[in-house]
């Protein structure tokens, strides 16, 4: 149904003028299945909202929502709530005349696929961009998940119900096209489409996503990718994994097609990773360990003699801006495993704003009321011990001033060498004076110009 455009840096098709439709599923399980829940929302590549649609899906009569315990919808929610069928007209009628977009574009389109098959209909193919592959080119990132993405470029995170998911990836969409500069490689070619018929939808209620605690922030510094892994850490965001979350992990991790064995190396690199990261700065509060011990047990993962070590206050960063270069720097902070604060509380220890920060901006200000360094972008890397600070090394004595010194102190040699064979010859003393005068003088003014590092 969606076909992948290439994109350019500078120097391609511009998207002024373009209107993009990010979408977002909440599905049964990993591989291509049923959709319980469909989002869409249509923005100009400036990023003002033209509309938006959410409904959930219901796959059929009896039919299991898949993992509750990720997109929290039940069987009950989806009784009575319209078919696949029943929205693709509205899907299609909000995408006309757009490029469609959506975080991981391959796996969105083959449950698309796999849904339009079922129903047997031949669904125009539109054009599409993959907003994961576009963010591996602009930054560096331990994970490319939503969530982390998201952080690194200054957005919201998205919240369980797939309305969030979509605005999200909206917000990624036009800030890939507007401060990082992509182009299309050729102009997008929009399929003419018909108006189609529009049934019933049933929207979910849009709950806020919740304030990230550590464990979520945790799991945005976890590297690795690959679809158990990111199951994995969205469960264990809220800071809690009970026993039966993790049957229900398993049991989607045995449809795909993953044994025993993997999943459990899986659990144990994924609690080897977040205790990494928790004593990286030296400082594993109480708060930390109980968590993570909690999981480590859901988990059936040992944690040996991991408790905690209060000490010094962790790194704990904040990046103000909207500019390519602040969503490379909030990324930085993610790679190097410190802490990437969403706004300014007490536990910030450094605030860095870019060009685009008003003088005035009041966090500046309570940022130094709570004793936290306040840095500009060039200097936050050497700061916050990412880069080591530049080498500074004296100037060289330029080479002429080098000749030309060392040629007056050979003057000034030979004056006083003429002027000590004309005493012994007999010579009037006035004038042997004056030339140990000129003779001293030229050894000091050569001195002076070709020993500069003696200054």
Known sequence: MIESLP??????????????TALEIRTTGLRPGRIVELAAVRVRADGVVIGELTTLVD??????????????????????????????????????????????????????SSEAARLGARAPVLPGVDVLAAARSAVRLPNFRLATVAGAFG??????PALSGARTVARLATSLFGRHGFTFAAAPALPALATFAEGPLRPRVDVPASEPGWMAEAVDRV??????????AGVVADQHLSLPEVAALAALAAEAGWDEARVR????????AVRAIAERDGVVTA???????????????????????????????LVLGTTAAADR?????????????????????????????????????????????????????????????????????????LVGGRILMGVGLLLMFINVISMFGGAAL?????????????????????????R
């Open 430 to 454: 006035a004038g042997g004076i004056v030339v140990a005068v000129l003779g001293v003088g030229a050894l000091l003014g050569g001195w002076w110009l070709a020993e500069p590092a003696a």
């Open 223 to 232: 590297a690795g990718e690959d679809a158990y892994l990111d199951l994995l």
């Open 7 to 20: 994109l350019l840096g500078a120097g391609g098709y511009p998207a002024q003028g373009i209107e993009f």
């Open 287 to 317: 708060a930390e360990a109980r968590e993570l011990r909690q999981v480590a047990t859901a988990l059936g993962v040992d944690l040996g003699g991991f408790g905690p070590a209060e000490g010094r206050k962790p790194t704990r960063v």
């Open 155 to 160: 957005v919201p995170r998205p919240g369980q």
């Open 59 to 112: 796959p059929g009569p009896g039919v299991p929502p898949g993992p509750v315990v990720l997109h929290g919808i039940t069987r009950e929610e989806l009784d009575g709530a319209p078919s696949f069928g029943a929205v693709l007209g509205s899907l299609l009628n909000l995408c006309r005349g757009s490029v469609v977009v959506a975080h991981d574009l391959p796996v969105l389109t083959a449950f698309l």
């Open 329 to 401: 720097l909030r990324a930085r902070v993610l790679e190097e495993g410190v802490q990437l604060a969403k706004k300014l509380t007490g536990s910030v220890t450094h605030l860095v704003a870019d060009s685009t920060v008003p003088a005035n901006e009041p966090r500046l200000g309570r940022a130094t009321e709570l004793d936290a360094v306040v840095l500009g972008l060039r200097e936050a890397p050497v700061a916050l011990g990412f880069e080591a600070p530049p080498v500074v090394r004296p100037a060289a004595a330029a080479p002429r001033k």
């Open 265 to 272: 190396a899986t659990h144990e690199r994924f609690v080897a």
